[in-house]
Antibody, heavy 112, light 112 residues
Framework: QVQLKESGPGLVQPSETLSLTCTVS????????VNWVRQPPGKGLEWMGTIWNDGSTDYNSALKSRLSISRDTSKSQVFLKMNSLQTEDTAIYLC??????WGQGTLVTVSS | DVVLTQTPPTLSATIGQSVSISCRSS???????????LHWLLQRPGQSPQLLIY???RLESGVPNRFSGSGSGTDFTLKISGVEAEDLGVYYC?????????FGAGTKLELK
């Protein structure tokens, strides 16, 4: 069955770079796109970006200068990198396919 | 960016009551390909979002048929015909017609 699982550091220092991995199973990254969405504690959902099945990407314009999404199709992994982190980037980060399949999310806290 | 305005922000209901949530878009969500990419998600406490309705009115597989969606252009509605306890949580509309994809702020469904 379709599964997605996020992984990465739970704590990041301000001004540093966040690196997250979304490992998928049950489908091919060359057939489906994967989205990154984040949710600050107690707040709503924010779309961050998408890597499409052809490898092209779209980013939220508010994050575009700091954000990069890539993939390794042989490992069924999608990567998120975001630099210059600030405390307001503290959130649960989720990957999703089609909005129908979601990972459990990973909490990232930005703090010194 | 497209702004989705959800009302009401909070909804109190009794079990068995029928309720509706409105999602109004700042611009038409009708895509040039003829589809309208407006979807509805439910996020139960402590869980990842779940897709309920896609493309305005299509029920996601496994979702009870007490959920229904309607609307066109800029005005959309999610209706729950007979609230059950498992329906409690935050409902989000999300649009995928115009990049960046955007979410409504959410409607919290509580028990009265």
């Amino acid at each position: 069955q379709v599964q997605l699982k996020e992984s990465g550091p739970g704590l990041v220092q301000p001004s540093e770079t966040l690196s997250l991995t979304c490992t998928v199973s049950g489908f091919s990254l060359t057939s489906y796109g994967v989205n990154w969405v984040r949710q600050p504690p107690g707040k709503g959902l924010e779309w961050m970006g998408t890597i499409w099945n052809d490898g092209s990407t779209d980013y939220n314009s508010a994050l575009k200068s700091r954000l990069s999404i890539s993939r390794d199709t042989s490992k069924s992994q999608v990567f998120l990198k975001m630099n210059s982190l600030q405390t307001e980037d503290t959130a649960i980060y989720l990957c999703a396919r089609d909005l129908a399949y979601w990972g459990q999310g990973t909490l990232v806290t930005v703090s010194s | 960016d497209v702004v989705l305005t959800q009302t009401p922000p909070t909804l109190s209901a009794t079990i068995g009551q029928s309720v509706s949530i409105s999602c109004r878009s700042s611009q038409s969500l009708l895509h040039s390909n003829g589809n309208t990419y407006l979807h509805w998600l439910l996020q139960r406490p402590g869980q990842s979002p779940q897709l309920l309705i896609y493309l305005v009115s299509r029920l996601e597989s496994g979702v009870p048929n007490r959920f229904s969606g309607s609307g066109s252009g800029t005005d959309f509605t999610l209706k729950i015909s007979g609230v059950e306890a498992e329906d409690l949580g935050v409902y989000y509309c999300v649009q995928g017609t115009h990049a960046p994809y955007t979410f409504g702020a959410g409607t919290k469904l509580e028990l009265k």
